[in-house]
């Protein structure tokens, strides 16, 4: 379990470093890079891309090579972000607002700090998002509902269980040893999210032989790097046209995933979320 506490202490510190660094005017892409090298100084590596998910967008907003964007006042910003150490995953995320929206804050904060509460092994899962529903709601917001918590495995971001924001009835136990994170969202919208836009976020799905020299390369340089965590595409050494054309070709052979920006379904609505990695059973999470 040690490899899992270093991610956990190496996330925890990169979140509060990060928080810190969100501020009206600062850029998007500065932020998220100062973020990602304070990581790998810590002895961490990039468990998936940090993601500043800004205001309507629950997750999955990645910051591309070419942004100009800025943080304006009043945006309510999601930072999530992953360490990695040994395979070992600390995923951690916490809601900076930029303007008068601490309520909303509040209610994914709340949620996440009465979850850890009751994890114990035996707890049902149903248990779990019950409290964070309930914690939401308390306050007039709405949960997200296709968002939640996951397990975590060595080199794997998302495994089962999942862990709901509501009372999904499912009667699975929590077992001493497993890790899980539990990820609160709190909406001013409809608590649901679709799929949106392409994040130039990529995770590999499987390796094999491929014709196309450009596919070879990043396919080569994602295995030997990534493996199966989610990586950025501004994270690859190539020029632009071996990109486009590779990771067309890995994408359509299904070698390659693609996640796509997570938005709130209802226009205009606010999202706030915050995250922490558990040891069921131990007294160790990543705040």
């Known amino acids: 379990m040690q490899d899992w506490i270093k991610a956990g202490e190496i996330a925890s510190e990169a979140r509060e470093f990060g928080k810190k660094l969100i501020k009206v005017g600062k850029s998007h ?10 990581i790998t100084s810590l002895g961490g590596g990039l468990a998936f891309p940090t993601q500043i998910s800004i205001n309507n967008v629950a997750a999955h907003y990645n910051a591309k090579i070419d942004s100009d964007f800025k943080f304006k006042e009043g945006d309510v910003c999601k930072l999530d972000l992953g360490a ?34 009751i994890v114990k092994p035996g707890i049902e899962i149903r248990e779990i998002g019950k409290v964070v529903y309930n914690e939401i709601t308390s306050l007039g917001f709405s949960p997200i509902r296709n968002l939640g918590g ?10 089962s269980p999942s862990i709901p924001n509501f009372d999904s009835g499912d009667r699975s136990k929590l077992v001493k040893g497993q890790i899980i994170a539990i990820e609160p969202f709190a909406s001013t919208g409809s608590g649901l999210v679709y799929e949106g836009k392409p994040s130039e976020i990529y995770q590999l799905q499987k390796v094999k032989n491929v014709r196309d020299s450009s596919a070879r390369k990043i396919l080569k340089f994602v295995d030997e790097n990534y493996k199966t965590l989610p990586f950025a595409k501004r994270y690859l050494p190539f020029n632009k046209l071996q990109l486009t054309v590779g990771l067309s070709l890995l994408k359509r052979q299904g070698l390659l995933h693609e996640y796509n920006i997570l938005p709130e379904k209802k226009d205009g609505s606010l999202v706030s979320q915050h995250e922490h990695t558990l040891i069921v059973g131990e007294q160790v999470t990543t705040e």
């Open 29 to 38: 892409l500065e932020v998220t890079q100062e973020i990602e090298e304070k």
């Open 84 to 117: 990695h150490f040994n395979g070992a995953i600390g995923d951690t995320a916490v809601t900076v607002d930029l303007g008068d929206n601490s309520k909303l804050v509040r209610a994914s904060a709340n949620a996440l700090k009465a979850a850890i509460e």
């Open 150 to 159: 996951h397990g975590m495995e060595k080199w794997q971001i998302h495994t």
